[in-house]
């Protein structure tokens, strides 16, 4: 699987491993530790985490699991997000839900995440969803100094829409610096990052795309569902005609666009982690691509 190369510090599998759901997979240590084995074999080495998953207890479990095999560090990407504030049994302090996107939040969060995982820096850091009372050029104050501090080598956004991505955006002066990432919701389910013009905007800008829920949390699957009702057949008939699974067909839609799209995958099951990577090698034609989009947004195109 090759890598995609985002700046001379770091580069990301074309598929991701979330971790969001990893508190109820049920794993133990070693078996989580032997699970990252068998995606870095597979070609998935880009890891996304947030500290808040689990109630902020999945980073723990996943540098536990990675300390078992320190080998696997220099083989891997990890990616965590800041800025959302939980109530939980961890940090007592924080005792109401809100979003905190200040240099001090964003910087004890960062400590918080090394310790967690137990390293020595973070591939990409991203900011998890825009807040109204953010200060655009104090948060990015902040991410360039931890890059500068070697904690983190590159940052990003998350849920960030054009006006939110340019606030920060403005603020970035100097060449050294960039916004690497922004990681939206993008499915055959959901389209608003294509219809609201996020995909066009940071593909203009070069700003690559990680999709979260590319299969709509299981929705795309529901036969209850109006939407899914609508796609889910014309994935089938695509499937069968390409002789693969549905996973993959929604894989090769996301990657055909000319974006660069990486999906992250949240299950830990590995034949389903098997028949998306199978999508890396199916190219859609335009119409099944557009049938599949026309599908999903329930009527056709003008």
């Known amino acids: 699987m090759k890598k995609i190369k985002i700046n001379q510090h770091v580069s990301y599998s074309n598929l991701i491993q979330g971790f969001y759901r990893a508190d109820k997979w049920q794993m133990s240590t070693q078996e989580m530790n032997r ?34 095999s320190p080998e696997l560090r220099d083989q891997i990407q990890l990616v965590t997000k800041c800025g ?4 939980n049994d961890i940090y007592p302090d924080q005792t109401a839900h809100r979003y905190d996107l200040s240099e001090t939040h964003i910087k004890r969060s960062v400590e918080r995440s090394l310790q967690q995982l137990q390293v020595d820096y973070i591939d990409t850091l991203l900011i998890h969803r825009p807040s109204p009372l953010m200060k655009p050029c104090q948060i990015t104050d ?35 610096f960039h916004i690497a990432v922004n990681q939206v919701e993008v499915s055959p ?9 996020t995909l066009d905007d940071m593909y203009k800008d070069k700003v690559k795309i990680m999709a979260w829920g590319p299969f709509a949390g299981g929705r795309l699957f529901d036969k209850d569902d109006e939407t899914a009702q609508r796609v889910l057949p014309v994935l089938q008939r695509i499937a069968k005609a390409h002789d693969t699974s549905v996973e993959a ?17 949240g299950t830990h099951r590995l034949d389903r982690v098997d028949a998306a990577i199978a999508g890396l090698d199916v190219t859609l034609h335009d119409q099944e691509w557009f049938d599949i989009y026309t599908a999903a947004q329930g009527y056709d195109i003008p």
Not at 84 to 87: G, R
Not at 154 to 176: H, I, M, P, T
Not at 189 to 197: A, I, V
Not at 249 to 265: E, G
């Open 35 to 68: 699970f990252l084995h068998e995606l870095v074999e597979r070609g998935i080495t880009t890891m996304d985490h947030a500290d808040i998953y689990g109630k902020y207890t999945v980073e723990k479990m996943f540098g536990e699991a990675l300390a078992l």
């Open 84 to 87: 959302i504030v939980q109530p």
């Open 142 to 176: 902040a991410l360039k100094s931890l890059v500068d501090e070697g904690k983190i080598r590159a940052f990003g956004v998350s849920n960030f829409r054009r006006s939110q991505y340019e606030l920060l955006n403005d603020c970035l002066k100097d060449d050294r």
């Open 189 to 197: 389910y959901m389209l608003q990052s294509f219809h609201d013009g």
């Open 249 to 265: 067909i929604v894989v090769a839609w996301l990657t055909r666009h000319p974006a660069t799209i990486m999906p992250i995958l």
